[in-house]
């Protein structure tokens, strides 16, 4: 889901730059206030742990790869602005650092990632709180609906196009949705689920 | 809950090494020539692509080495950024 740069139309790059900031910095805020000696090393290491899950790609058939996020995991325990604050500052390490995601594409890399990945579990996590597997369907909600997100600002990219070639990234709707929303239901969700689950059951345990 | 978290930092920065086990590429995130392959061209802005250039591409590009290196240096860049924050904080209460 870290789309490159050049896949995106320089208007996507703003638009989405434009929602995106005042969220980062309500979100930083919030980021601040959370901030202390005691959660500093826990959202430090949750953060940390969203970089490393990411590094575990995971083949899937048809000849493509994958991972977890985390960001329904830091949500549920932090709240959803730590989580996409979070999130996003590993996106943006990524990015920097090491080529993982562009520049231009941060803002939406973001926004499904990081934003939409924390909303939607988080919510989906507060609706379910005393079920079991509550922690498991946040995390799949989660990451599903960031591949929504980033499968439709993909898919309308072909509008931006001359001479009948499109400019920036080159699939419809509807070759995005079913890859990426796809994909992710039935594989990355599920890790996503899992991870969540047992982090979350783990780091709840009394013992 | 801190000591737990650490914990699975740990087991999964051994583990790391595994997600070099594939080279499939994430869906949309593929060398350019693969367009070509798919459409006949590569789309202009994505030929074009302006970006920065990262100091440790691709995570090292396939070493182990380099793979281990790259989670050390997120870890390690990550924990910083948070521990200056929690410092800034500290300062202005």
């Known amino acids: ?207 | 809950m801190k000591k737990k978290l650490y914990i699975i930092l740990a087991i999964l920065f051994i583990l790391v090494p595994l997600g070099l086990l594939t080279d499939y590429s994430a869906w949309g995130e593929w060398d350019q020539e693969i367009y070509k392959k798919l459409i006949g061209f590569i789309p202009e802005g994505i030929k074009n692509a302006q970006g920065i250039k990262p100091m440790i591409p691709d995570y090292g590009e396939g070493s182990v080495v380099m793979y281990y290196l790259s989670a050390l240096i997120g870890i390690g860049v990550l924990f910083a950024i948070f521990y200056i924050l929690a410092k800034l904080n500290k300062g202005k209460n």
């Open chain 1, 1 to 207: 889901m870290h789309i490159p740069d050049g896949y995106l139309s320089p208007a996507t790059v703003a638009v989405t730059y434009t929602i995106a900031i005042p969220l980062w910095v309500y979100g930083f805020k919030r980021l601040k206030n959370t901030l202390n000696e005691e959660t500093m090393p826990l959202i430090g290491a949750l953060s940390a742990l969203s970089f490393i899950i990411m590094m575990f790609n995971i083949p899937i058939p048809g000849g493509t790869s994958g991972h977890a996020v985390g960001a329904a995991l830091i949500a549920i325990l932090f709240g959803p602005w730590i989580g996409f604050i979070s999130v996003s500052l590993v996106l943006l390490i990524q990015a920097l650092i090491f080529g993982d995601g562009g520049i231009s594409a941060l803002a939406t890399n973001s926004l499904g990632m990081a934003f939409v990945g924390s909303f939607v579990g988080y919510y989906i996590f507060k609706l379910l709180e005393d079920k079991k597997f509550a922690p498991f369907i946040a995390g799949w909600s989660g990451i599903v609906v960031s591949s929504l997100f980033i499968a439709i600002v993909l898919g309308i990219q072909p509008f931006w196009s001359e001479a009948g070639k499109p400019l920036y990234f080159p699939f419809d709707l509807a070759t995005t949705i079913p890859a990426l929303v796809g994909s992710h239901m039935i594989f990355f969700g599920v890790v996503e689920g899992i991870l969540t689950q047992i982090v979350y059951s783990y780091l709840k345990d009394k013992k």
